[in-house]
């Protein structure tokens, strides 16, 4: 059989629950509903933060960016999978595929270091009150955000790289909701030992090793949470903390399993359903933990509602 990478100009077809299509009418659905719900909560993240001075802070900045990088992730993913759902075909051009398996990787990565930066800015805030401003100054802030930007699109650029070169001997056929990296990978014709070593070598960098600055820094932040006496200053900790603990366990907790498990140990409806948990549910889900456990975002969303009534 050729395995010539001849097909790379030809569209791909993503199976999702194809064999069930009464599943997949109950997916679109929630897809949708979901999706408005990243759209709308995201957005008002970044505007309230932008718009209230009180919350010019790292901790917003980095919110921010968070929102945006969630915004991005799910308009890269759901608007052509709602268009399969809804429509008779289930394809996507080569050109399609290839930007949304880059920027899925891209994002993805960007946000394994985000998170771990936003927890080094909330052991700053628990264990360094006073000296807090002086050590996450605006240039801090703005070199470490752009660090981990370039640390997901240098991850993406690398494995793209060396996936797309595979060769696929015609098949088509990518068994999910979406281009992305395991489907990519099971669709070639031969086994590539380099991909997983590197694959290993990058979910180290950006997902072992993060989550483990993240465990070091909650660690150093509970000590320092049991000695405070003020109990409005312990809640409010405990608050933003927890919002961030909580969006970390659901984001690191799904994306290890997929992409640091061996792929033949999962099922392959198990695999869609955490794809559909880590790229659709996840990017809603964080606008509502950081807002309806955050009582500064909900004051600001109230004063910029009583200007826009007042004007």
């Not at 919350?55 to 992730?73: A, E, G, I, K, V």
């Not at 100054?137 to 494995?159: D, E, I």
């Amino acid at each position: 059989m050729d395995k010539n990478n001849g097909s790379s100009t030809t569209d791909f077809i993503l199976l999702g629950f194809s064999d069930r299509p009464q599943l997949e009418r109950v997916i679109s659905g929630v897809v949708f509903i979901f999706y408005v719900v990243t759209l709308v909560g995201n957005t008002t993240i970044i505007l309230v933060s932008y718009l209230d001075t009180q919350l010019h802070t790292p901790m917003y900045f980095f919110l921010s960016n968070l929102s945006f990088l969630d915004l991005c992730y799910a308009n890269s993913i759901i608007p052509q999978m709602l268009v399969n759902l809804w429509g008779p075909t289930k394809s996507i051009t080569y050109a399609g595929c290839v930007l949304q398996f880059f920027f899925a990787l891209d994002l993805g990565a960007t946000e394994c270091l985000l998170l771990a930066v936003m927890a080094y800015d909330r052991y700053a805030a628990v264990c360094q009150p006073l000296h807090y401003t002086v050590i996450m100054h605006p240039q801090l802030c703005q070199k470490m955000m752009l660090t981990a930007w370039l640390g997901g699109l240098g991850s993406a650029l690398t494995v793209c790289s060396l996936t797309l070169k595979l060769p696929r001997c015609g098949h088509r056929e990518v068994d999910n909701f979406f281009c992305e990296m395991p489907a990519l990978v099971k669709m070639a014709c031969v086994y590539s030992k380099v991909i997983e070593i590197t694959v290993f070598a990058l979910g180290v960098i950006f997902l072992l090793a993060p989550i483990s600055l993240i465990l070091i820094s909650y660690g150093v932040i509970t000590q320092a949470v049991m000695r405070i006496k003020s109990k409005a200053r312990w809640s409010k900790v405990l608050n933003t903390c927890g919002s961030h603990l909580t969006v970390v366990t659901l984001f690191y907790g799904t994306i290890i399993y997929t992409y640091m498990t061996p792929q033949n140990s999962t099922s392959q409806d198990e695999g869609k359903f955490l794809t559909l948990f880590y790229a659709i549910i996840t990017p809603t889900l964080n606008p509502l933990i950081y807002t309806l456990r955050n009582k500064d975002v909900k004051s600001a969303v109230k004063r910029i509602l009583h200007v826009m009534i007042e004007k």
